[in-house]
Structure formats: C-alpha cells, structure tokens
C-alpha cells in the first residue's frame, strides 16, 4: 500500500508536463508573499527604503501580489489542462462533461425492481439523470445460455442475463462494445452456440474471483457503469408457478409459456435472503421503480425475496409502479393494468406501491396487428379502477417511436423524474 507521500511522489515522474507549473506555482506564491510584505510593511527600514518610501512600497506591493496571483493562476490552469488533456483528448468537452456528471451526481437516489428488456429499457433512461441508481434484477431465468450455464457450471449458481442486460443499459461505452458483450455465438461455434459473450464473461469472472456478486462488480468496473447492479440473493432458486386450475410449474421457461392463467408464482427455496445491499438501497432510496418486465417473471419474483418487500412497505421512497405497454403470452393474456397491480398485490402482505405509471398511447394498427400474431395485446390504462384500489394512477403517452411497441426510456424516464419532483413541491 502506497503511503500518501508515495502518491505525491508520483506527480514529478517524468512525462506528466506537470512539474514546471508545480514550480511555477511555488514561484507566484513566493512574488505574492514578498507583496504582502511589502504592503504590510513587515520589514519597515529595508524594505521601504529599497521601494521608494511607504507609498513605493505599497504598490510595489500590490503589483507583486497581483503578479504571483497571475502566475499561480496560470500554472493552476496548465495543470488542469495537463490532466484534462490526458483523460479527456478534446479539451472542448472537458466542461460539458464536467456540467453533466455533476449534474448526475446530484440527481434522485433511484432504486429499480424488475428484470427482462423492459428494466434495460428504463435503466438507458435513467442513467441519463441521475448517477445514484441501483438495479435489482431477477435471478431465476432458466432458459437459453443463462439457464445453461448454471445448469453446466458449478461455480456459477446465478443466470446472469438480466445482469447482464442491466450492467450494458448502465455502461459508458462504444457501441461496438454493446455488440460484443451481446453476442450470441450461432451454428457453426460448436459448444458455444446461443451462448451471449456477455455471459460467458460474467461466468469467467465467477470461476476467476470465486463469488457470483464480486464478478458483477468487476464486470461494472470494466464497462464503467453509472451506479451499480444487483441480485436480489445470492442462492440458487427456482421459480415455481400455479395455474388457476391448480397445475403445478416448475421453472421459468415453463411458467411463460403456460396455456393456463397462473394464480400465483413461488421460490423454491421459499424466501431466500436477500443481499443486504438490496435493502439498505432500498431504505435510502428517493424512488424506487418496479418494473416495467413481465409481472409473473421478471418482477414478483424479486418481491419474494426474504426482506424485500418488508424493506418496500417501510421505505420512506416514493413508490412507482410502471405497467408494461403490452400482455406477455402465456403470463398476462387479456391483463388490464389494474390486473397487473392486483397481481403484485396477491404477493405481498402490505402495500409495496404508491403511484402507477401506465402508457395511454395505442400503438399503430399495423404494430398491434403484428404483436397480435405472437398472442400480445395492448394493456388497456383502466385508470379509474386503478385509483379505486388505492393507488395513484399517471398516464402518459409513453410509446416508443420505432416499429415496437415498448416504452420509449426517455419518455418513461422524464415521467418519474417530473412526478418525483411534484411530490416534492407539494411535500407528500
């Protein structure tokens, strides 16, 4: 360990161009300390009599304060620039980039809930507002190269997709390195055909430190994320579902591709514990979103987490649901958004919400025409029903300008952040 000396040390090591201004530096400090001197009359004979008489030395004074203010000026500027120029090489960003990040950085603290694309979707949002977020992400897939993984890898315990489309949404990066960490090997790779890159490297990362939560934390370091991603626990489970005509699911892939309606999901083990960060996040939250992901998969299943709804039901954070845009087949066929919420309700003892963001823009015919061929269909915004259950709808036209038929992140992110701010304006 470097003692604090070492460190300053460094700063004379040839090549930083930093050393002539460190002396420059000292060299105004000394001109502007002579003026002082000289304008406090300090050394009253001498110095007055080489100065002219006391008037000569005061502005001799003065203009060697004035000097070695100059001089430190400039050498303090040259230093910055010095910096600047080694971390940012277009020195024109460097205060458009420093504006930014503070302006983050004083940002809401937000907490997010969920899991699937929908949480990613959010998170590019967010991150564009605030630097102080956490995201929870499910950890119970079971399907294509995460449910692999675990299956095949005995260190890694976790799926780390959703952890992985969570750490990419937060990430400072090239968009070619967005592309490289979600792709997916194909046919002609032999065993690591489906696999994502993404995964492969959080499962390195696992084998290499030993802990599933320290290989998430490197991952962050590498892509340089703004705020921070975790599981919800630590332990291996299992989702479990039951249908409305009690048949027994086991597993998520199975649970979302049911025929039958699910009447409720479960962990096996039931209520694992969860990460205390997660609820030490949550009680420090400004807000905290759950969802927009698939109800029954990507987002109960973290309220079933030992300790996390309790840490919701008495955090002091404004509470924001945000409903999906359409059903999910095989999960919430024919849902309203008032179906959504009752479904959250059904799964925890108290209440986890206080506000439900819902989209109230139709997508385009030909979008829902399209969508309607894979079983999905527009979450009608029952505003009304929802307000009757206790709850304070918002509704907003939220949709996305492409050919999906998904929540634009700006919109959806500007929509959480104005209705954090009205809260506090009237001081709810």
């Not at 977020?133 to 449910?147: E, I, K, M, N, P």
């Not at 079933?304 to 924001?320: C, D, F, H, P, Q």
Request: net charge neutral; glycine share 8%.
């Amino acid at each position: 360990m470097k003692t604090r000396w070492q460190r300053a040390i460094r700063w004379l090591h040839p090549g930083l161009r930093v050393k002539r201004w460190f002396l420059l530096t000292l060299v105004g400090i000394a001109v502007a300390a002579i003026g002082v001197v000289l304008v406090l009359n300090l050394f009253a004979y001498e110095l007055t009599v080489y100065s002219g008489g006391p008037l000569g030395a005061s502005i001799v004074g003065t203009a060697a304060i004035v000097l070695g203010l100059i001089l430190v000026a400039v050498s303090l500027r040259q230093v910055v620039r010095s910096v600047a120029t080694a971390l940012l090489p277009d020195e024109d960003q460097l205060v458009d980039v420093m504006l930014t990040r503070r302006r983050r950085a004083m940002g809401p603290v937000v907490v997010t809930i969920g899991g699937g694309t929908g949480l990613s979707y959010l998170l590019r949002g967010l991150k564009k507002r605030t630097s102080n977020l956490t995201a929870v992400a499910t950890v119970s897939d079971d399907g294509g190269s995460s449910g692999r993984l675990t299956r095949e890898m005995s260190i890694l315990n976790l799926p780390p997709g959703d952890i992985r489309n969570c750490l990419l949404a937060l990430a400072d990066e090239e968009p070619l390195m967005t592309q490289l960490l979600q792709y997916r090997f194909n046919g002609n790779s032999g065993g690591l055909e489906g696999h994502s890159l993404g995964n492969l490297l959080i499962a390195a990362l696992t084998d290499i430190t030993g802990d599933f939560e320290l290989a998430v934390k490197e991952t962050s370091r590498v892509l340089a994320i703004r705020g921070r991603v975790l599981p919800p626990t630590l332990q291996h489970v299992e989702l479990c579902a039951r249908t409305v005509n009690g048949t027994e699911l086991r597993g998520e892939t199975n649970i979302a591709t049911s025929p039958q309606p699910i009447d409720y999901v479960y962990l096996d083990p039931p209520a694992p514990p969860a990460v205390p960060d997660v609820l030490e996040a949550i009680a420090d939250a400004r807000i905290v979103v759950i969802g927009p992901g698939s109800t029954y998969t990507s987002v109960i299943p973290n309220l079933l987490v030992r300790g996390v709804a309790e840490a919701l039901a008495n955090t002091s954070a404004m509470r924001i649901f945000v409903c999906n845009v359409m059903t999910q087949p095989g999960e919430t066929d024919d849902f309203k958004a008032s179906d959504h919420v009752a479904s959250i309700e059904r799964h925890v003892d108290s209440p986890v919400l206080d506000y439900v963001i819902v989209n109230t823009r139709r997508p385009d015919r030909s979008i829902l025409e399209r969508y309607s061929t894979t079983g999905a269909n527009f979450v009608e915004p029952d505003v009304a029903v929802i307000a009757r259950m206790g709850y304070i709808p918002v509704g907003s036209a939220l949709l996305s300008e492409d050919d999906f038929a998904r929540h634009d992140p700006d919109k959806l992110s500007d929509a959480i952040v104005r209705l954090a701010a009205e809260e506090t304006k009237i001081g709810l």
